[in-house]
Every structure is written in C-alpha cells, then in structure tokens.
C-alpha cells in the first residue's frame, strides 16, 4: 500500500532547484536565502563582528482529530501546545533559531455548543490559540498570521513555522560519516502515555550541538528529531544523497535509552520495552550523528558504511508511524 512517504517522494520529484531553496522539501525545514544579514554572537562560529548569512527556515506541521488527539478527550490547550511544539522540535532539529508562526485552524460545527462546557466555538477558538501563542512565546516566536475556518469536518490545526539560522548553518539530514556514533538526546518510547502531548522541544540543544565545533568543524554531521519512530527516523539520517550514498547502522539494544512510559506500555502491550523505544513516536528527542563526542546525548550506536540497520546484530525493519494513503 503506498504511504506518505511515497507522497513525499513524487513532490520532492516535482520541485524545481532554485538558488534561493538551499535544502529543499524533504528535510524538518525548507532553508531559503533572504535579504537578512546579522552580527553573530561572539559565541558562534565565525570572526565576531563579520555578517554572516541568516538564512530563513520554514516548515509546516499539523495534528488531526483522530490521529494526534482526540477533542473529547485533550483540551484545546493541550491541543495547541502539541501542534506548536512539533513545530519548535523541527526548529530544534536544524539547530535554527524559531523567528515566527502562522496557524490555520478549522474548527468543527459540533465544538460549537458541545465542547468544553458549552462555551461555544469562538471560546474554544481563543483557548487554543491562547495555547498556541503561549506556547510559541515561551520560545520568543510570536504569532504573525494565520486562518481560521469551521467547518463540518474534524478539528485540524496547522502551523506553520519560521526559524533563522542566525549564523549557525543549519544542521541536516544529509552528511552522516561511516564511524560516526548516533546519538540520542533523551529516553524514547511509550509517548501514547500522554508525553505525546506535553514534550518539550529540545530546541536549546539543537542550537547547543548545532555550534558546538571542538575541531573547528561542526560536530553535529545529521540530525532529525525522532517523530515517526527511531526505526523510521534513523533511515532518514543513513538515506543516499549527495554527500554520501546509502548508509548503515548498528545499534547496540542495552544502550537504548527507554523511559518509563516504555515499560509502563510493555505491560499493557506484552511487548519488550525496547520494542516501544524503537518503533513508537512522538518521542521528539534529538537523534544525530557526530564523529566526536558531542557535549550531550547518549550513544547508541555506530554508522555503517554498510545498508541496514542492525539491533544488537539483528536486522530491523521500520515499525514506526507512516500515514498510509
Ligand atoms: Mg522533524
């Protein structure tokens, strides 16, 4: 059955090079030149004091009634906070500065005297996008635009997001080494628990490992952030491109970081815990690649020059999250 990713693959297939889109769809955000030139901190990478290019990010994410909550039972709040943090995580992932968002919410007929109390549809409206931009504030990105429509339909919420690299070149999915260590920023699986809602992007981090440069050299060579699933985000990280043709990994299982919720799920599930850490998603943490040790994350394993990803010398297959179509 074709999935998303095919979907992805035919756009991909259809945009055209431009020499304002230096990474084209196909990675957490889009990077587009722009006019803007800015003084880098003394911290970053560059002489102090010379312009650098500060390069425009842009990416769009949504959640759905159904598949991301369920209205009848998360609050809008909890709705909001989703959708935008998603949004922040990929800013966190391209080790990008978040600058602004636009949101677009249809807003379903039946929220309009159910939900919530009964406080119609224009107080649901306000208490998610008060979650929205409270959310987004948290992190400096004010609201800037958006759209709001009801319909009879679901709930849906977009958003999409601005970043600036200020900088700090954006860190992608493409340029991961044979030998590099892969890294993790944190515990993964068992999200379905409700973390899915409430993680909080690591977008301190990502700058942190996007400037860290111990040889003069960035350290950080790919990075995502685990949505789909380590076994769906990994491949990401190990697919053919221009800098390198397809890569491996071997991944040491006992070095998987598992949170609680994973075991938590592994009793209701009858599954192993690990199984949780490498298929669920929505961990939202940080997975990259450095040849040298980064100043955080948790190893787990080792690129290869050979295809295939290996557990512990097993073959895995992906078991994470593609929207079928
Ligand atoms: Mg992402």
Redesign the pocket.
Known sequence: MPGEFDLISWIQSQSKPSEFLLVPPGD?LAVLKWEGKIKPPKTDAGPAGRNVDDLLLAGVDQVLEGRHFESSKHTPEQIGRKVVNRNL??CA?MGCLPAALLVAVALPDHLRSAADGGTGLLDYAKLLYAAIKQTAAAHYCPVIGGDTASWSGSLAVSVTVLGRSAGVAPVTRQGAQPGDGIYVTGPLGGSILGRHLTFEPRLAWGRQLATYRPTGLPCVKAM??V?DGLSRDLPHLLAAGPQHPQLGAQLDGDKIPLHPDALALSTQSGKPPLHHALHDGEDHELLFTSPVRPPIGIRIGTVTAEPGIRVSGNLLSAGGWEHPL
């Open positions: 957490d995580s990929d992932a995502i952030d949505s």
